[in-house]
């Protein structure tokens, strides 16, 4: 069961890659999701356009993004929160970016597109694939009760 949670242990400089990857993706969901958190249930609420949105969902949406990006960074559970930030983006590109026609790249870089979204959806797939890499507290943890 363990080898289908966590992949052969990326060495070398893959693990070092992986480690800069998670690091800086985690870093960026902790910063979007700082804000979330603080306004957990309402985050998504416009001035006079609440949100159809429940707010227990926004909650755990909220909590998946930052408690997802310190995951990353720390290597810990990887693929649950790679599975949690998957799954944060397709609902970023089904709820927001694709119903309103935004484009894969702006042509202004203030305008709304799903680049982002999409390039976030990529790299933890990527991590859920591969796993956190040997340089992760995953590896620390679960490493040897793979390797049986």
Known sequence: MWSLLFPPFV???GAVGLLVLRAVVGAAFVWHGWGKVQNA????DKPNDPSSIPGVLQALA???EFGGGILLILGLLTPLAALALVGMMIGALKIVHLPAGHPFVASNPRDPAYEL?????AVNVAILCLG???LSADALLFRRKVER
């Open 41 to 44: 249930f309402m985050w998504m």
């Open 132 to 134: 956190p890499g040997v």
């Open 11 to 13: 060495k070398g400089r």
């Open 62 to 64: 909220a909590v998946s």
């Open 117 to 121: 979204a999409a390039g976030y959806l």
